[in-house]
């Protein structure tokens, strides 16, 4: 598992490898493995590092000193560096070590030579020590930078994102990769800030054995999810497996019940049971001829599409006692069904919308502090939260959090969510703890979408997250 560190564990983790010494050489090691990055970048889009042009923009801090020291490694590699200097005094032997290989000041009153000249820009104004937002010199570089079409690339994390949070409450930059050391900081992982971040390379500068086990927010990987799904043994049976119910759809919206219904089919339970509205119980059994009517179920979808009857179906859900996936007209019911104390386990699967509704918050508020709103909506109703949007978060009561990040903007399509809910209870229902199945789902779901590739329809879903599935299981145990 991937994972995310608050910037005070960073600093304290940190601290433990200084003391160990030698003198400068963790932003040694930060410094190089920025410079490998930044130079194979460079190779990759111009076919060689001699000769390039590269604009370092340097703060006060060791965020720009680690900017300046890997501009001397490429320098002495035959990059053309500049630098430019948006403090009075900047990290010194950085700056030495630079100019020692051949690396010029910019002239900030020229922008001809440092904006109109550099074929990639770094942004080193501040990495963990900044505070949210540019100041106007900054704005105005890399606005200028903007203006000339030069790619930035970020040390450690774009300026102006907040670190801890992920927000972006003022101007910062944009970068089209971020080199980030150690491990990943929410900000690099969480939107709104992990898109002004571009594509995240982490480097590794000894740090895993001094950051803390818990992490802020942690990622599954592809291993993880392959190890946690239940592949039946030779004593299974249908039962045995799991089985799962849907309560969704309805006289409105007919398609969303079939497509939970698919969802749920994909999930590796033992057996789909649907109940609802008779038309639609008519779709369903024509589509899937396996689907049974209402019994006994080990984990319920709820409320995709089940406009009016949400409410009922959810309470009929919760009356079973098994966990329950409470997605879209369910989800409002949450304010007066889930009062601390309540004691179900249920997932609450809102996109930003509906996660307003249910806080009575903006739906521009929830998609700029998404992280806040989780935890807000987890905190007030005790239940998983699993927010729904390029980065999906899923929030426990127990205190976990973490963010999906496979998936693409192609499943940005009508009836996607639909899916999702179904396959969450499915794995529910094949007896993983539903914070697990929820996160597994989002990263299926994501996966199937990346594997499609796009554009694709919500029914196309099912049938690739079958064969990621498949994929994942043939992987374990090779
Ligand atoms: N610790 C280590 O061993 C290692 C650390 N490493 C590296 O160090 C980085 C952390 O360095 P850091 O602590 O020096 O802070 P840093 O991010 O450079 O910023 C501080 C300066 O920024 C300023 N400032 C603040 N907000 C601002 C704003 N909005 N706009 C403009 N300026 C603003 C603030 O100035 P002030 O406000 O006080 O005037 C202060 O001077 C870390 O991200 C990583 O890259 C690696 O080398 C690995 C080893
Ligand atoms: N830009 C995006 N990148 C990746 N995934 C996205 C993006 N936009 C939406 N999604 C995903 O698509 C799905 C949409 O679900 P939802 O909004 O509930 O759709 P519906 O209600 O139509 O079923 C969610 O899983 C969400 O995470």
Redesign the pocket.
Known sequence: MVSAHRVADV?AA?DVL?RRGPDGA??AR?ATGLAVVVADRITRARGRLAGARVLLVV????????ALFAGAWLARRGAAVRWLALSEHVHTDGLAALQAAGGRAADPEEPTGWAGWADVALDA???????P???SE?AVTFATLAAHGVPVIA???P??VDPDTGETPDLHVRAEATVT?GTHKVATLVDPAARACGEVHLVD?GLDETLPEDAEIGVWEAADVAAALRVPSAGDHKYTRGVVGVRAGSAQYPGAGVLCVAGAAVGLAGMVRYVGDDAVTAEVRRRFPEVVGAGRVQAWAVGSGGGDGARAALQAALADGVPVVVDADAVIHARDLFAPGHGHDVVLTPHAGELAVLLDADRADVEARPLHHARAAVARHEVTVLLKGARTLVVTPQGRSWVNTTGNPWLGTAGSGDVLAGLVAALAATGLPLPDAAAMGAWLHGRAAEELGGPFTAGDLPHAIREVSRALMARVGE
């Open positions: 600093r940190e200084l963790l932003m930060a703060g006060a801090g060791n965020n720009g000193g680690d104004v501040v990495g963990i020590g900044g505070r937002g540019l100041r900054a040390v450690d994390l300026s102006g050391f500068i």
